[in-house]
């Protein structure tokens, strides 16, 4: 029977992933479960850990690597920030020790960019960034990564210069549910609407100044054309998607275009919106990059 | 004693306002009141407004000119649009009337702008406009009107030409309750911090793709540097609001500035942000405007 080394989790604000990895890297084990930093919160960190870590049978003596919001200051313990530049080597040399724990339990640190004119904060992302690009990658690389805050990264021979968090997720979650869009996009189908999308992503996109207004017409243009609740929710999304975008690729673009790192819905969708713009993407799939990631830095502290 | 001659009635989405007026457009009593048409389409509209007329003693044969959201799909009786270019004489002609009410009762209709690419309504806004600015003024207004769904007007020799709705106010409250930024936010006191409001204003109007960018850094900056809950709300409106005005300033400048229409604490914000950015206002109060608009349409109908 092959050996488990070490234990691998990604603890975001409403999501926890974990895996049990052997020496070589490979997943012996694999738990999801929607208790992020939120839920855990409330219900104790150590406990929704332990409950995992049976479920997988993992070894008393096996150690646990941590990624994301549980080392906020709001989290299990604060696992504190590597400062911009941050070479994503200083991420795996930072994690932080939960104490009171028998068994070793580390936090990776977030980045901060303590710009006071462009003051920023990630946690989880640098673990993806690690995974996806490796410790040493030569070259420069413009990363995307979508989200409820969506990162936009300057990533040079391995360190991240700097970076810009957009809302654009969790103003779609408010927009579509609490405004008076919620009218127009009122019992939605899933049908996928890429035209109305790519329309409202190059509107956004070359009118970033109107997106308030690109919004209502929203409402607007159901009132006066009609128009399906889906093709509303599509545009609601295109415009916030493409005005985020106009400020992403408002740089300069490396020639191998723009890294996406993504997962599901989302990477279907930003691969839409960068089509419409014909800006070349080079697809990450995200849990992919973030269990990568954990196990680079796993290995390198505990089985080097 | 002195005859009153017509009632007026702003009625917006979530406020009621009524007043009792003479001949000679002296208002005689006053009703204001949450009434608006999300509450009156429970209780009734013909019964919110009986009971305001009872109050002010207005006689039983008494004419009744209603301006605002009444006249919406979703009010009493829809009162139709004017469609642009609409020549604001073209308001006061197109009253609908009430049926099955003994009274005269009459509501304006609204302006559309049924332009595939940039649909657009008001409804209450005409009449202000028509108060504000005359029924044949010569020359051209930029015509800012701020609120929960702001508008941008274009008037030329007293034709509404174009405008824009931004849903600056609805966003700023939707972020201030239901986004990270309540975190931010929380326990604000009512302090004004004009320095915070201004420079957000500025840096959203220098890069306005990257307001969901800025309505992070809200956030970041406090975890980062700290600053007070009311900094925090005041940078907020001042992105939102200063992003509206990258677009609502994008066009030509007319030589008198921008035409300010706005009430209270709104025109005082916008106040600032206009004058962050150096630009010459012409302020006018919104209610009087909304009063003196439906007074020239009275006087039009009733009392020619």
């Known amino acids: 029977m092959i050996e488990p080394a070490y234990v691998a989790v990604d603890w975001g604000t409403s999501s926890f992933r974990l895996w049990l990895v052997d020496r070589a890297g490979q997943v012996l084990a694999e738990r999801r479960s929607g208790e992020g930093m939120l839920a855990a919160a409330k219900t104790g960190f150590a406990a ?3 409950a995992h870590l049976a479920a997988v049978e993992a070894p008393a003596h096996l150690p646990v690597l941590v990624c994301g919001m549980a080392g906020a200051k709001t989290g299990w313990i604060e696992a504190g920030y590597v400062d911009t530049p941050a070479p994503l080597a200083a ?4 994690a932080a020790r939960v104490p009171g724990e028998a068994r070793d339990i580390r936090i ?17 992302e640098e673990t993806q960034l690690l995974g996806a690009l490796g410790l ?13 805050h969506s990162k936009w990264v300057r990533v040079k021979d391995g360190t ?27 019992n939605a189908d899933d049908a996928e609407d890429v035209v109305s999308f ?31 609740p889906a093709a509303a929710r599509e545009t609601l999304s295109g415009t916030l998607i493409g005005t985020e975008l106009a400020a992403g690729l408002s740089g300069a673009l490396p020639a191998a275009g723009v890294t996406l790192i993504a997962s599901g819905r989302l990477a279907t969708l930003y691969r839409h919106a960068f089509d419409a713009l014909s800006v070349t993407v080079q697809p990450i799939d995200a ?12 290995a390198a502290i505990w089985t080097k």
């Open 108 to 124: 990776l640190p977030g980045i901060a960019q303590r710009d006071a004119n462009a003051p920023d904060v990630m946690r989880g």
């Open 198 to 228: 790519k329309t409202a992503v190059k509107a956004a996109y070359e009118a970033p100044a109107f997106a308030a207004n690109l919004l209502f017409g929203v409402r607007a243009r159901q009132l006066l054309f009609g128009g399906t």
């Open 287 to 298: 849990d992919e990059a973030a269990r990568c990631g954990l196990s680079m830095a796993a």
């Open 160 to 186: 991240v210069e700097r970076f810009s968090t957009f809302m654009t997720g969790e103003l779609f979650s408010v927009v579509s549910r609490e405004t008076i869009l919620s009218l127009a996009i009122a």
């Open 136 to 148: 040493d990658a030569a070259g420069e690389a413009l990363v995307c990564m979508p989200g409820t």
């Open 48 to 50: 929704v850990l332990q």
């Open 91 to 94: 991420i795996l040399k930072q």
